[in-house]
């Protein structure tokens, strides 16, 4: 299956099943805004619960907060968000297509990139073992070309873009040749800045009201809070606070499905250190979160790191952890060293002093800060388009299964009398009343059992548990695996142990 087919399904297939639904569908729909659906919902809190257990509950020095989503305006004004967070956004005046420059310029770059790939490809087939890839690179005229050709791209649009020369940024879209993809023309307008915070008002009339902002990333809660929380909770340089919450950004290009949302969830954590001693931090938070990802056992080539060029206005470094989406590797984590950008801001604007007295050195220092940073909606769209998978069986039939990691699937086992008669039914019920204070359990005796087992197969159900008439004499029940589709008798008592073995989240976080 080619990858655009298989966005097209797995966006098919999240409607169909109840994973994810347009946002206010009878009205159209809203551009960018999306509703989790039943089975959604299930998947994105066993998500959310893996990383807040691996980031507060595996940490004795990482502690949590809820903080709300309207803040003080000059919050904003502190962080740097009024003023910086911009896109420099360009027009295309045939096709009246509206594009991020950067991306436009980062996509060429990425072309390049790729060239040079197929060529060490093609390299590698003709060499075959003798192969020194790294020589190869360093040395090939056509491959130095394409990958210097990136980089230098990347690069000039990086100090254009810091030095807020827009003009440069045209010029440079220009001088390569960069066309739309809609309309293949290179009639462009100037590039713009345009801020991505979504305002509102607070009050009743419009005289009294203040303009508030719906806040476009959760970390500002946290670095408000840091005096709150470090001295309620006595805590000691290094810890770090982690919050999960709704983030708003008015995205010029919001597209791909729940990858760039307008409305959307992040998972961060700010990690306060000494100064001086950030490097270190930010290298362990690489090698942590990459690790937390491979935990969830999807192929360790399909993630990447991707060291930023142009940094955002608060970082003195920044890595992205990619994914290999459906359409391509794209940015699915940040972590950034913020320095004490942040926190020294606000002491400026609220005159506030938000220090730390380092027994040990017997000194008051504003930490620096590593931060974590995931959307919960795109490791939601890694994991289940990679979940999704159409497989032909030995009988000749097909299957659509989702092959969701067992202790994060939305059911984690489906109980399913072989008949509606002869007391099945009641035997079913009482496991479920049994096995549901532990795991989200469905009872399902509609259709034939082949039939539950496909329904099952597509929300990823890890476990089928089918009651039959031996059950009655046996106390024993079949137990059907999602992935191998083996089945085998297992004593009623002994099912709650079974499960857990594989559906706890400890199977993850012990990784
Ligand atoms: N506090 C730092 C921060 O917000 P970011 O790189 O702008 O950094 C962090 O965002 C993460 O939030 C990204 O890696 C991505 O997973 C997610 N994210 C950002 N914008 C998003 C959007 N429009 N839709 C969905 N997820 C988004």
């Known amino acids: 299956m080619n990858q655009d087919d298989l966005f097209k399904k797995v966006i098919a297939h999240a409607k169909e099943y109840g994973f994810i639904f347009p946002s206010s569908e009878i009205y159209d729909g809203l551009s960018a805004v999306y509703d989790y659906g039943q089975n959604g919902v299930e998947l994105k809190k ?18 949590g907060l809820d903080a709300a989503i309207f803040m003080h305006p000059t919050t904003w004004k502190a962080s740097g968000h009024v003023d910086a967070f911009n896109d420099p956004l360009i027009d295309n005046k045939d096709s009246k297509k509206r594009y991020r420059a950067d991306v436009l310029i980062e996509d060429y770059a990425e072309k390049q990139r790729q060239k040079a790939e197929k060529e060490i490809e093609k390299a590698k087939k003709r060499f075959g073992e003798d192969f020194d890839e790294a020589l190869y690179r360093e040395t090939n005229p056509r491959v130095k070309k394409y990958l210097d050709e990136a980089s230098d791209t990347v690069k000039r ?28 023309s290179k009639n462009w307008t100037e590039v713009r800045q345009f801020n991505l915070m979504f305002g509102t008002q607070m009050g009743s009339v419009a005289e009294g009201a203040s303009t ?17 929380v470090q001295k309620t909770g006595r805590m000691k340089i290094p810890f770090g606070i982690a919050q999960t919450g709704k983030a708003f950004r008015n995205e010029i290009v919001a597209r791909q499905f729940i990858f760039r949302m307008r409305e959307f969830e992040q998972m961060e954590m700010q990690y306060f250190v ?9 290298e362990y938070w690489k090698e942590e979160r990459m690790n937390w990802h491979r935990a969830l056992g999807m192929d360790e080539s399909y993630y990447r790191f991707h060291d930023h060029a142009k940094l955002a ?83 000749g039939s097909s299957r659509t299964v989702l092959r969701i990691p067992a202790p994060l699937a939305p059911v984690k086992a489906a109980i399913l009398p072989l008949v509606k008669k002869a ?33 099952h197969d597509a929300i990823g159900t890890p476990y089928c548990i089918t009651v039959d008439h031996e059950t009655k004499e046996d106390n024993c029940v079949t137990l059907r695996d999602r992935d191998s589709m083996t089945q085998e008798r297992v004593p009623i008592q002994n099912l709650k142990a079974k499960l857990s073995e594989s559906l706890s989240l400890s199977s993850l976080l012990k990784k």
């Not at 066993?46 to 502690?63: C, F, G, P, S, T």
Request: hydrophobic share 40%; with cysteine.
């Open 46 to 63: 066993n998500l959310r619960d893996y990383w807040w257990k691996a980031m507060v509950q595996m940490h004795e020095n990482i502690v």
């Open 157 to 184: 649009m990086a100090t254009s873009l810091d030095a807020g020369d827009l003009a440069d940024v045209k010029s440079l879209i220009e001088e390569k040749g960069i066309a739309c993809p809609i309309s293949g």
């Open 212 to 228: 508030l902002y719906l806040r476009p990333e959760t970390a500002q809660g946290i670095f408000v809070n840091f005096l709150n």
């Open 274 to 282: 000494r100064p001086g001693e950030e490097m270190k931090w930010y």
């Open 313 to 395: 206005h608060y970082a003195n470094a920044a890595a992205d952890i990619e994914f290999n989406f459906p359409f391509g590797f794209k940015e699915l984590e940040g972590i950034h060293s913020r320095t004490d950008f942040d926190l020294k801001a606000h002491e400026e604007h609220s005159g506030k002093k938000l220090q730390f007295f380092d027994p040990e050195l017997g000194q008051n220092y504003v930490p620096y800060v590593i931060e974590t940073s995931i959307g919960l909606d795109r490791l939601f769209l890694a994991v289940l388009s990679y979940a999704y998978r159409e497989e032909s069986l030995e009988d």
């Open 423 to 455: 007391g099945l039914p009641e035997i079913s019920r009482e496991i479920l009343n049994e096995l549901r204070y532990d795991f989200n359990i469905q009872y399902d005796e509609k259709d034939a059992i082949g039939k539950r087992y496909r329904r």
